[in-house]
């Protein structure tokens, strides 16, 4: 089954900027989607079509894809961005839909 | 305001069905794709299942083997979902999201989710 591959955990300073990637063979074929998770909420999109912010979502917040890589962008990253991330794509059929495994940043 | 709102959850044994559904109040629900995603205790996001607008095309995730059936009625604003021999690894939060991604403008709502126990 088809699979996307986030490291499990990335930690910043306040202001500093945060990357998040994301592989999988389809991603070079496929839009990215990006999830921010806080506990005991539901997911929020912040990021859609690879590189598309939704409306309310921060400038601070950016997508990119390159081949197989998606990466989710955090400049200046803030307290209030710490939580869970999730990138979400389909594989190379479009009929699977998958999540990342989910990466946990922490800004402190 | 857009509403998402789950229900149907509960605790059911292993081997046991159950139904939710899925109310959406405050968009033309026709426009939008639904889905279902689920998340087990402490563990991360998995998607379930997803349905075009009219209902005509249906997915869902290979590991569920023929297990669950989705459906929607545009009429009511609804969506379901019909889990059959439900399993311990079934247990977790299941959320409901409407999505809208076309010519470069995208949203997706989210309800809070509903709670699905599969114990015995």
């Known amino acids: 089954s088809y699979e996307l591959t986030q490291p499990p955990s990335v930690s910043v300073s306040p202001g500093q900027t945060a990357r998040i990637t994301c592989s999988g063979d389809a991603l070079s074929k496929k839009y990215a989607f990006w999830y921010q998770q806080k506990s005991g909420q539901a997911p929020l999109l912040v990021m859609f079509?690879?590189?598309k912010r939704p409306s309310g979502i921060p400038e601070r917040f950016s997508g990119s894809s390159s081949g197989t890589m998606a990466t989710l962008t955090i400049r200046g990253a803030q307290a209030e961005d710490e939580g869970d991330y999730y990138c979400?794509?389909?594989?190379?059929?479009?009929?699977?839909?998958?999540f990342g495994g989910g990466t946990r940043l922490t800004v402190l | 305001d857009v509403q998402v709102v789950e229900s149907g959850g509960g605790l059911v044994k292993p081997g046991g069905s159950l139904r939710l559904h899925c109310t959406v109040s405050g968009l033309i629900f026709s426009n939008f794709t639904m889905n279902w995603v689920r998340q087990g205790p402490g563990k991360g996001l998995q998607w379930v299942s997803s349905i075009s607008l009219g209902g005509s095309y249906i997915s869902y995730a290979d590991s569920l083997k023929g297990r669950f059936t989705t459906s929607r009625d545009n009429a009511k604003n609804s969506l379901f979902l019909q889990m059959n021999s439900l399993e311990a690894e079934d247990t977790g939060v299941y959320y409901c999201?409407?999505?809208?991604?076309?010519?470069?403008?995208?949203?997706?709502?989210w309800g809070q989710g509903a709670l699905v126990t599969v114990s015995s």
């Open positions: 999201s409407a999505e809208y991604f076309y010519d470069g403008r995208g949203v997706d709502y």
């Open positions: 979400y794509s389909t594989d190379s059929s479009g009929n699977q839909r998958v």
């Open positions: 079509e690879d590189t």
